[in-house]
């Protein structure tokens, strides 16, 4: 990354210079790490400036080409789910308010899961676009999406996975997963902010939302993020190189906090399922704690949410813990802890005392 802000500056879009050329191989190289982290083929792989982006264009660049093949005059039929991220659902949201589409938004489990079941009993020969997450990223729940997609097979309907959380956590592969768009982000596992991708299945046709250039198969137009492409592609090489040694490190460390914190708090609850989760993640209640002030007891110390940073931002309490059946009390007693693969043992052994020091202070 820090070669493409002095040496390596060009733009890849200039052919006429070599610049330009390097440019443009490195971005090409990028995509090759990318789909190969994936999968996929690299022609699959656009750059975005990020996974929220990355799902705005996957689903209302995927709506207006069906609306556009649309010969019914009936809205589109979309289906999500009640835990999807909010760069998911708002926009569906949108076109929901605006007539254009219809909307089923799936319950899900006390931990977290859509079943295959309430999937089958929603889905129509009219649906157009089902968009359902690999891991919640608030409470690390994994869907199988291997049987989901089963479901949606049945019908001619666009399957939409934003995996943003999976990458580096759990095997994400684009064919096993049978989707047809795929959305991630690098910063997510140790890459850059900034900069993200969209992986569009060969015959998949999605329309740009905005207009200005041919860049990115036409559906991305504007200079591409070089040094955020580089990075995203070193991150994907790294994430796949050393993914087997850092998902065993992450379960420990991860089984060690959640295990010393119960000891010493037998009433903390772990929300979200305890199977069927990425290690990294802990969404935890701490009955008759506010969250607010645990959070502002541990702010000087260690880097903990509420929710989702993104849903912090509107400063509205979690849809996610609300979806799977968590009373609002139960909200507002809960937090999120992740646990990174460059933390050490010792590092989650003070957090733990830091966090049952902090619960115990606030009990009082």
């Excluded at 070669?3 to 440019?23: K, V």
């Excluded at 083929?41 to 750059?47: C, L, N, R, T």
């Excluded at 008759?288 to 849903?311: D, E, M, P, Q, R």
């Amino acid at each position: 990354m820090s070669a493409t802000f002095s040496e390596h500056f060009g733009n890849p879009a200039s052919s006429t210079h070599s610049h330009g050329w390097y440019a443009e191989e490195l971005v090409q190289i990028a995509r090759e790490n990318v789909g190969e982290l994936l999968n996929a083929d690299p022609a699959e792989i656009i750059f975005t400036s990020g996974a929220t982006e990355a799902n705005n264009l996957a689903l209302l660049g995927a709506l207006r080409y069906l609306s556009s093949k649309n010969l019914s005059g009936r809205a589109l039929h979309v289906i999500t789910a009640a835990t999807e991220h909010l760069s998911v659902l708002d926009p569906l949201k949108h076109e929901l308010e605006q007539g254009r589409i219809e909307l089923t938004i799936l319950p899900v489990s006390n931990d977290g899961v859509v079943s295959p079941d309430s999937l089958d009993a929603a889905i129509r020969p009219s649906t157009a676009l089902v968009s359902l997450m690999l891991v919640n990223n608030e409470i690390g729940t994994i869907q199988d999406l291997t049987a989901l997609s089963k479901v949606i097979r049945k019908y001619k309907a666009i399957f939409h996975c934003d995996a943003v959380q999976a990458i580096g956590k759990i095997g994400v592969d684009c064919q096993t997963l049978d989707v047809d768009l795929l959305s991630l982000s690098p910063h997510k596992f140790h890459g850059p902010k900034g900069v993200g991708a969209l992986f569009i299945r060969q015959g998949v046709v999605i329309e740009p939302l905005y207009f200005g250039g041919g860049h990115e198969r036409n559906l991305r137009p504007g200079t591409q993020n070089v040094p955020g492409i580089v990075g995203l592609a070193a991150a994907a090489k790294i994430a796949q190189r050393e993914f087997s040694a850092n998902i065993g490190r992450v379960k420990q460390l991860t089984a060690l906090l959640l295990n010393s914190l119960s000891k010493a708090l037998p009433n903390v609850v772990l929300n979200g399922s305890s199977t069927s989760r990425v290690s990294g993640n802990l969404n935890l209640c701490f009955p008759g704690v506010s969250n607010a002030a645990l959070i502002g007891a541990l702010a000087s110390k260690l880097s903990c949410s509420a929710t989702s940073a993104c849903t912090s931002l509107k400063k509205s309490p979690s849809h996610v813990l609300a979806a799977i059946g968590l009373t609002e009390e139960q909200q507002l007693s809960s937090i999120r802890i992740g646990i990174g693969t460059q933390n050490t043992v010792e590092e989650i052994e003070a957090a733990a005392d830091i966090i049952i020091s902090a619960v115990r202070t606030l009990q009082r």
